[in-house]
C-alpha cells in the first residue's frame, strides 16, 4: 500500500513540474527585438478565432511599446515595417468600407505602398462615398501608403487579379500603376490637406516612371501656388529692402 501511495506521489510531482515548465516557456507577453510587450498570438487581436465570448467583445485597451536601438546604425528596429500583415489590413479596410451607408460591396488590395479599394455603391453622392471609404483607409494603414478608390465595380476583378502578384513580382509596379489609372478616372474625395492631394500624395510623389499622371491638376496647382507664393515673397523682401535705403 506505502508502494503504490509513493509511485502515486511522484507521478504528481512529475505531471505538475512539467506543466510548470510548458508554463514557464509560454510567457503572457510574447518579446522580440525591440517590441516589448506584444502578444500578438491572442486570438482576440482580431476577434478571430477566439470563444463566442471573445469575438463578441474586447474589453482590454491595446498597448505596445518601441525602442531604437542604443547601437549605432543598428537596423533592427526598421523591421517591424516587414512585419505588416497585409491581408489582414485588407481585411480590415473591407469590413470597415462595407458598414458606409451605401457601400454593398468592397474588394481591398494592399501593396507595400498603395491601398487600392473597388466597390459597388448605390450612392448619388459619389465624391463623399469616395472620401468615406479612402479615409476608412487611411485609418488603418501607415501614413506614408497613399489609398486610390473607385466606384466602379467592374475594377473589382482588376484589383482581385491583382492577387496574385507580390512586391517581388516582374513588371508588378507597371501592372498595378495601370489599375491605379483607371481608379483615378473615379471620384476620389476631397484633398488631404495642402500639400497632400486626394490620394495623399505630394510633389515629391509625382516620378514619371512609378506614379500615374492622371490626376495631377492639383498637385501642379499647388506646385504653381508654392512657386508665386515664393515669388510673390522675394519681390516683397526686395521692395522692403530699396524703401530701406
Same mark, same amino acid.
Given at each position: 500500500m506505502k508502494k503504490l501511495l509513493i509511485i502515486a506521489g511522484l507521478c504528481t510531482l512529475t505531471a505538475l513540474s512539467g506543466c510548470s515548465k510548458d508554463t514557464g516557456n509560454n510567457d503572457v507577453y510574447e518579446e522580440s527585438g525591440n517590441t516589448i510587450n506584444v502578444n500578438n498570438k491572442r486570438h482576440e487581436l482580431y476577434n478571430e478565432g477566439g470563444s463566442r465570448g471573445i469575438r463578441n467583445t474586447s474589453t482590454s485597451y491595446g498597448y505596445v511599446r518601441h525602442q531604437k536601438s542604443p547601437l549605432m546604425n543598428d537596423k533592427i528596429a526598421n523591421d517591424h515595417y516587414t512585419a505588416l500583415d497585409r491581408e489582414q489590413l485588407a481585411n480590415i479596410i473591407s469590413k470597415y468600407s462595407a458598414d458606409i451607408p451605401n457601400v454593398h460591396d468592397v474588394a481591398t488590395l494592399v501593396t507595400d505602398q498603395e491601398v487600392l479599394i473597388a466597390y459597388s455603391t448605390d450612392s448619388k453622392k459619389r465624391n463623399l462615398t469616395a472620401d468615406q471609404v479612402k479615409k476608412t483607409a487611411f485609418s488603418v494603414v501607415p501614413r506614408y501608403y497613399h489609398v486610390y478608390v473607385s466606384d466602379n465595380s467592374k475594377l473589382?476583378?482588376?484589383?482581385?487579379?491583382?492577387?496574385?502578384?507580390d512586391s517581388t513580382s516582374r513588371n508588378a509596379r507597371h501592372t498595378v500603376n495601370g489599375v491605379i489609372k483607371?481608379?483615378?478616372?473615379?471620384?476620389?474625395?476631397? *484633398?488631404?490637406n495642402a500639400s497632400e492631394d486626394e490620394n495623399g *500624395?505630394?510633389?515629391?510623389d509625382f516620378d514619371i516612371n512609378k506614379t500615374p499622371k492622371v490626376n495631377n491638376k492639383n498637385i501642379n496647382k499647388a506646385k504653381n501656388t508654392n512657386q508665386n507664393s515664393n515669388s510673390s515673397n522675394n519681390n516683397t523682401n526686395t521692395n522692403t529692402n530699396m524703401s530701406n535705403k
Open positions: 473589382m476583378r482588376d484589383v482581385e487579379n491583382l492577387a496574385s502578384l483607371q481608379m483615378l478616372k473615379s471620384p476620389q474625395g476631397a *484633398r488631404l *500624395r505630394t510633389p515629391d
